[in-house]
Protein backbone atom coordinates (compact mmCIF):
# COMPACT_ATOMS: atom_id res chain seq x y z
CA UNK A 1 0.00 0.00 0.00
CA UNK A 2 1.24 3.65 -1.01
CA UNK A 3 1.57 5.85 1.95
CA UNK A 4 0.05 8.90 1.26
CA UNK A 5 2.36 12.34 2.13
CA UNK A 6 0.66 15.04 3.53
CA UNK A 7 2.37 18.33 2.86
CA UNK A 8 1.42 21.50 5.17
CA UNK A 9 0.16 24.95 3.83
CA UNK A 10 3.23 26.72 3.67
CA UNK A 11 5.18 23.93 1.41
CA UNK A 12 1.77 23.97 -0.95
CA UNK A 13 2.48 28.09 -0.80
CA UNK A 14 6.35 27.74 -1.53
CA UNK A 15 5.55 25.25 -4.15
CA UNK A 16 2.77 27.31 -6.00
CA UNK A 17 5.34 30.06 -5.91
CA UNK A 18 7.57 28.12 -7.43
CA UNK A 19 5.90 27.15 -10.42
CA UNK A 20 5.12 30.63 -10.91
CA UNK A 21 8.71 31.88 -10.35
CA UNK A 22 9.54 29.18 -12.80
CA UNK A 23 6.69 29.76 -15.34
CA UNK A 24 5.94 25.70 -14.92
CA UNK A 25 3.77 23.57 -13.22
CA UNK A 26 6.40 20.96 -14.34
CA UNK A 27 9.42 22.53 -14.00
CA UNK A 28 8.96 23.12 -10.29
CA UNK A 29 7.50 19.34 -9.75
CA UNK A 30 9.97 17.70 -11.44
CA UNK A 31 12.43 19.68 -9.05
CA UNK A 32 9.96 18.81 -5.94
CA UNK A 33 10.03 15.44 -6.63
CA UNK A 34 5.89 15.86 -7.14
CA UNK A 35 3.03 15.02 -9.73
CA UNK A 36 2.21 18.13 -11.76
CA UNK A 37 -1.46 17.57 -11.68
CA UNK A 38 -1.02 18.38 -7.45
CA UNK A 39 1.24 21.48 -7.89
CA UNK A 40 -1.99 22.31 -10.47
CA UNK A 41 -4.57 22.22 -7.76
CA UNK A 42 -2.61 24.00 -5.11
CA UNK A 43 -2.28 26.79 -7.72
CA UNK A 44 -5.99 26.73 -8.31
CA UNK A 45 -6.45 27.04 -4.83
CA UNK A 46 -4.23 29.85 -3.53
CA UNK A 47 -4.57 31.64 -7.03
CA UNK A 48 -8.21 32.98 -7.45
CA UNK A 49 -8.85 35.25 -10.32
CA UNK A 50 -9.65 37.97 -7.77
CA UNK A 51 -5.96 38.10 -6.37
CA UNK A 52 -4.14 38.23 -9.67
CA UNK A 53 -2.90 41.72 -10.54
CA UNK A 54 -3.25 43.23 -13.72
CA UNK A 55 -0.19 43.56 -16.07
CA UNK A 56 -2.52 45.62 -18.72
CA UNK A 57 -0.60 49.15 -18.77
CA UNK A 58 2.42 48.99 -16.83
CA UNK A 59 5.57 50.47 -18.04
CA UNK A 60 8.36 48.76 -19.44
CA UNK A 61 10.48 49.93 -16.34
CA UNK A 62 7.09 48.11 -14.01
CA UNK A 63 7.69 44.79 -16.41
CA UNK A 64 11.09 44.53 -15.94
CA UNK A 65 10.67 45.23 -12.30
CA UNK A 66 8.16 42.35 -11.69
CA UNK A 67 10.45 39.99 -13.87
CA UNK A 68 13.26 40.71 -11.31
CA UNK A 69 11.21 39.99 -8.35
CA UNK A 70 10.28 37.07 -10.08
CA UNK A 71 13.43 35.70 -10.30
CA UNK A 72 14.63 36.99 -7.22
CA UNK A 73 11.38 34.84 -5.63
CA UNK A 74 12.92 32.15 -7.55
CA UNK A 75 16.11 32.22 -6.16
CA UNK A 76 15.07 32.83 -2.68
CA UNK A 77 12.93 29.14 -3.20
CA UNK A 78 15.78 27.11 -4.49
CA UNK A 79 17.88 28.78 -1.67
CA UNK A 80 14.98 27.23 1.12
CA UNK A 81 14.62 23.85 -0.67
CA UNK A 82 18.82 23.74 -0.45
CA UNK A 83 18.63 24.36 3.41
CA UNK A 84 16.34 22.01 3.54
CA UNK A 85 17.67 19.72 1.91
CA UNK A 86 20.63 19.96 3.65
CA UNK A 87 18.89 19.78 7.20
CA UNK A 88 17.01 16.31 5.90
CA UNK A 89 20.26 14.53 4.35
CA UNK A 90 23.03 15.88 7.72
CA UNK A 91 19.86 14.08 10.09
CA UNK A 92 20.36 10.44 8.15
CA UNK A 93 22.95 7.73 8.50
CA UNK A 94 25.32 7.94 5.49
CA UNK A 95 25.85 4.56 5.19
CA UNK A 96 29.31 4.69 3.82
CA UNK A 97 27.85 6.98 0.96
CA UNK A 98 30.33 10.04 -0.19
CA UNK A 99 27.25 12.24 0.07
Known amino acids: M ?3 RVFDE ?4 MAVELSEAKGSVSAAAAELG ?9 RASFNK ?4 EKVDGLTE ?6 QLERE ?3 VKLEHE ?8 FSR ?3 NGSDL
Open 2 to 4: RKR
Open 10 to 13: SFKK
Open 34 to 42: LDAGRISKW
Open 49 to 52: PDFR
Open 61 to 66: EQKRIR
Open 72 to 74: LRE
Open 81 to 88: ILKKAVRI
Open 92 to 94: GER
